[in-house]
Antibody, heavy 117, light 108 residues
Framework: EVQLVESGGGLVKPGRSLRLSCAAS????????MNWFRQAPGKGLEWVGF??????????EYAASVKGRFSISRDDSKGIVYLQMNSLRPEDTAVYYC????????WGQGTLVAVSS | DIQMTQSPSSLSASAGDRVTITCQAS??????LNWYQQKPGKAPKLLIY???TLEAGVPSRFSGRGSGTDFTFTISSLQPEDVAIYYC??????????FGQGTRVEIK
């Protein structure tokens, strides 16, 4: 059974950094791309970024709203994908979800990031 | 980026009614479309993938159809537990993978 478990969320001041983790299990992690999405309070769903598998050079892509501030990496030996968030802004406040698409799309339960002074 | 236009933004219907939501893509996305249900405080739940494939364990009153740019999602007989927000999401080819604005479904 595919499982994705996010962690690392919390309250952080503007301008600070935070790293989220997503622990994956139940599938061959190393051959699948991974995505991060987010949902601000009361708002819709937004794609944040993507990391490809090692086979495809671990290519990364980011939404314009986070490009240059966020970065995604993966550790295939541990089955974990990371979202490093720097220079956080109040508008980054959201529940962050990791996701992978195989035959169908799987989501984790999310972790809340609150950016406030 | 591919834009997804979802309508209506909200609807209210009686239990047992047939409910339809539409999603239009700004360009051809073949059948690379998901439909999700989201209840307050919960992660999105996948209901339909590849535009028309029902996820395992999802009641058969939910269905999806379409390909190319025009898609529909139907609840054949609305139940009280279907009160939620529903989203379409395209995943054609390259990121960004975009969502419709969501449809809030309520019971009269």
């Amino acid at each position: 059974e595919v499982q994705l478990v996010e962690s690392g969320g919390g309250l952080v001041k503007p301008g600070r950094s935070l790293r989220l983790s997503c622990a994956a299990s139940g599938f061959a992690f190393d051959i699948y791309a991974m995505n991060w999405f987010r949902q601000a309070p009361g708002k819709g769903l937004e794609w944040v970024g993507f990391i490809g598998s090692k086979r495809y050079g671990e290519t990364t892509e980011y939404a314009a709203s986070v490009k240059g501030r966020f970065s995604i990496s993966r550790d295939d030996s541990k089955g974990i994908v990371y979202l490093q968030m720097n220079s956080l802004r109040p508008e980054d406040t959201a529940v962050y979800y990791c996701s992978t698409r195989q035959q169908k799309t799987y989501w984790g339960q999310g972790t809340l990031v609150a950016v406030s002074s | 980026d591919i834009q997804m236009t979802q309508s209506p933004s909200s609807l209210s219907a009686s239990a047992g009614d047939r409910v339809t939501i539409t999603c239009q893509a700004s360009q051809d996305i073949r059948n690379y479309l998901n439909w999700y249900q989201q209840k307050p405080g919960k992660a999105p739940k996948l209901l339909i993938y590849d535009a028309s494939t029902l996820e395992a364990g999802v009641p058969s009153r939910f269905s999806g159809r379409g390909s190319g740019t025009d898609f529909t999602f139907t609840i054949s007989s609305l139940q009280p537990e279907d009160v939620a927000i529903y989203y379409c999401q395209q995943y054609d080819n390259l990121p960004p993978w975009t969502f419709g604005q969501g449809t809030r479904v309520e019971i009269k």
